[in-house]
Structure formats: C-alpha cells, structure tokens
T-cell receptor, first 112, second 116 residues
Framework: GDSVTQMEGPVTLSEEAFLTINCTYT??????LFWYVQYPGEGLQLLLK?????DKGSNKGFEATYRKETTSFHLEKGSVQVSDSAVYFC???????????FGSGTQLTVLP | NAGVMQNPRHLVRRRGQEARLRCSPM?????VYWYRQLPEEGLKFMVY????????ESGMPKERFSAEFPKEGPSILRIQQVVRGDSAAYFC??????????????FGEGSWLTVV
C-alpha cells in the first residue's frame, strides 16, 4: 500500500536559519502530495500541495517540489521564524488509497 | 464560508461511558473522513464516508467504534464503552470530491477525548 516517510524530529533551528524537512513516498499511480502544519492544540492546516510531477507548491515562504524520479516532496524555507514552530506532516492521496496517507510528522522548534 | 466544524472540542468521559463526536463538513462537501491522533503520534485514518454510505472503514477498530453520515445533519463518530486507550484527538476532514483525484482535504480543529 501507500506510505509516506518523513525525516524524524525534533528539529531545532535558530531564527532565520534554512529549513529542510525530507519526505519520500511510495505509491501506485500518480499521487497528489501535500504538506500540512499543526500548531499546538490546533487542527491541521493545509500548507501547500502539488498534484503532478515537477509541480512546485508554495505558501508563506515554504516550498516543496514534486520529484517523481526520487519519489520525494521535501519541504524548504529559506529563513524560519519563531512563529513557524509547529508539527509538519507530509501526506499523499490518489495512490491505492482513497484518503490521505500521512507521514509521522516532524516537530520543528525555532528559537529566537 | 465556514470551515469544517467539530464539536465538542474537549470531552471527558469515564471508562465505560459513550463518546459522540460530531462533524459538519465545509459547505458543499459531501466526503467526510475521520482520523485519530494518539499522543505523540501521527494521524491514523479511521473511516471515509459519503452521505449515507461508508466508503472505507479499514482503519476503524472492529469493536466499539462506529461512524455515520446521515442525509441530514453532521457526521457522528461514536465510541462505546470507552477505555483509557481511546484518549486521543479525533480529527474530521472533508472534501468536495474524491480525495484520490487530488482534491484537497480540509480539517477541523479536532475533538480531544480524555478518558478518566
């Protein structure tokens, strides 16, 4: 079945540092890929998405490119802020499953 | 346009009681999903419903858990005879069409169940 593997956390960075959170997937067919963010005590918010190979999703300074050749969708941000501290989830749909399959999540803490 | 609405946000139940969690999808959405997030863990799929139909319940525990999405009204996730291990955050999500076609799934803010 489908699966998503995320870089294990927690990740701790200083403000303005460069962020990369790795995400790779296994899926049949042509999945759509997503990054969701969860702030403490809240639900999941869609951060960005990409629906086909070579698409780049971007939002709030975050970017991720759908790489079919490496089956990856790594999340990047050039300069993180304290307010970016949250748990980030990589996810996919459209493989063999009819709903979202999530990675295990990566806790990011940004220090001032 | 209101988002996915869940209630209650927080629920405390004693062991053996029943818990009912409600979810109203976004306006115009007819596909509903329930996920469970155990402490310090990721999200696990439980069930996928369309109006009056259960499409996929492969993630639902075989006993004590049930879900419905009636023609009128919210989707309900029901947990009978709760145990401490049921303590978790339960997230509802909805989409306008089948997620497998790449449609975005939107999440509610969750219902936190604590079993004492």
């Amino acid at each position: 079945g489908d699966s998503v593997t995320q870089m294990e956390g927690p990740v701790t960075l200083s403000e303005e540092a460069f962020l990369t959170i790795n995400c790779t997937y296994t899926a049949t067919g042509y999945p759509s890929l997503f990054w969701y963010v969860q702030y403490p005590g809240e639900g999941l918010q869609l951060l960005l998405k990409a629906t086909k190979a070579d698409d780049k999703g971007s939002n709030k300074g975050f970017e991720a490119t759908y790489r079919k050749e490496t089956t990856s969708f790594h999340l990047e941000k050039g300069s993180v802020q304290v307010s970016d501290s949250a748990v980030y989830f990589c996810a996919l749909t459209g493989g063999s499953a009819r709903q979202l399959t999530f990675g295990s999540g990566t806790q990011l803490t940004v220090l001032p | 346009n209101a988002g996915v609405m869940q209630n209650p946000r927080h629920l405390v139940r004693r062991r053996g009681q029943e818990a009912r969690l409600r979810c109203s999808p976004m306006k115009g959405h007819s596909h509903v999903y329930w996920y469970r997030q155990l402490p310090e863990e990721g999200l696990k799929f439980m069930v996928y419903l369309q109006k009056e139909n259960i499409i996929d319940e492969s993630g639902m525990p075989k006993e004590r858990f049930s879900a419905e999405f009636p023609k009128e009204g919210p989707s309900i996730l029901r947990i009978q005879q709760v145990v401490r291990g049921d303590s978790a955050a339960y997230f509802c999500a909805s989409s306008s069409d089948r997620a497998q076609y790449g449609n975005t799934i939107y999440f509610g803010e969750g219902s936190w169940l604590t079993v004492v």
